[in-house]
């Protein structure tokens, strides 16, 4: 699977503090969501409930990280009957550490962002 151009850095362009909301709100509903989580080559693929709220969770924080971090492809699949959801989310080499601090553990990601100084654009 091709993620789009090889030049494209792994970077996000929120300040600190906007990391850290983002970290502390929506980052943080999409992963207590989370039933289940698989480590794929190059990202993830999370598995969760397939109603309508966690549906919608999960859109509205797939069109927000695809502002900021335009590195990350996402594939959302949902289960036929109401079945579970899974939302796969992949990248570049160096993009995996990232998702795994992100999406995985977001509290982790709160502490990161208040203990270091993230500029606009931190490369990872």
Known sequence: ????SDDTPIACCLTSAELRERAA???A???SAVIGTE???DGYAFHLPGD???IATIAKMIV????CCPFLTFEFVAQPGMGPVIVRVTGPAGAKDFLKTVLCKPEAAIEQWSAQPWSATRKL
Do not use: D
């Not at 927000?64 to 502002?67: I, L, S, Y």
């Open 1 to 4: 699977m091709k993620h789009g």
């Open 29 to 31: 509903q999409f992963s």
């Open 39 to 41: 480590e794929l080559r």
């Open 25 to 27: 709100t929506l980052l």
């Open 64 to 67: 927000a990280e695809r502002e």
């Open 52 to 54: 309508g709220k966690r």
